[in-house]
T-cell receptor, first 116, second 113 residues
């Protein structure tokens, strides 16, 4: 089954404690992206990647890091989480160009992060 | 840079009522337009998309949307909503077939049985 898998689904942590949210896709997609979803603000893009070792900043990259060492994985890293990073995070993947007609983005089930 | 506005943040309707959710974008060039739906506790799913051709596009579950270029709008419609349509709806734009998909703030729809 084609899917984007994120882990964990829920995470509660404290300020400053480094964490990683994993994302894996089994569709051989070149394009992967991370979004955060906040009430009234919709989804805002954090980082995206067009292929292995190619990453670019989205609209809200501050406080986040990503890596793309393998095509299927695109982890999101928070080196020093802060309370304003409390949010719902979604990973997505697709073929290039992003959101092409025959290959819209596939989303993971989300990770709800709380930073206290 | 492109941006997307959804002016209705919350909409409450009774079953069988007609639905129209507004979406306006700001970008002067070629755009691809999408509506995604997020049912409670689930991830986003594509509802419909517009790339070119007929500006009236039909999606799944009886939804349709009309692209009006002169108004920079891509409103979502459904003639008769059902309780199962309760969800949050997001409009999104991809400019010039680039690699960023920009979402609106979302509209939370509640359909009363």
């Amino acid at each position: 089954e084609a899917q984007v898998t994120q882990n964990p689904r829920y995470l509660i942590t404290v300020t400053g404690k480094k964490l990683t949210v994993t994302c894996s896709q089994n569709m051989n997609h070149e394009y992967m992206s991370w979004y955060r979803q906040d009430p009234g603000l919709g989804l805002r893009q954090i980082y995206y990647s067009m292929n292995v070792e190619v990453t670019d900043k989205g609209d809200v990259p501050e406080g986040y890091k990503v890596s793309r060492k393998e095509k299927r994985n695109f982890p999101l890293i928070l080196e020093s989480p802060s309370p304003n990073q409390t949010s719902l995070y979604f990973c997505a993947s697709g073929s290039l160009p992003a959101s092409s007609y025959n290959s819209p983005l596939h989303f993971g089930n989300g990770t709800r992060l709380t930073v206290t | 840079a492109q941006s997307v506005s959804q002016h209705n943040h919350h909409v409450i309707l009774s079953e069988a009522a007609s639905l129209e959710l507004g979406c306006n974008y700001s970008y002067g060039g070629t755009v691809n337009l999408f509506w995604y739906v997020q049912y409670p506790g689930q991830h986003l799913q594509l509802l419909l998309k517009y790339f070119s051709g007929d500006p009236l596009v039909k999606g799944i579950k009886g939804f349709e949307a009309e692209f009006i270029k002169s108004k920079f709008s891509f409103n979502l419609r459904k003639p008769s909503v059902q309780w199962s349509d309760t969800a949050e709806y997001f409009c999104a734009v991809n400019a010039e077939a680039g690699n960023m998909l920009t979402f609106g703030g979302g509209t939370r729809l509640m359909v009363k049985p």
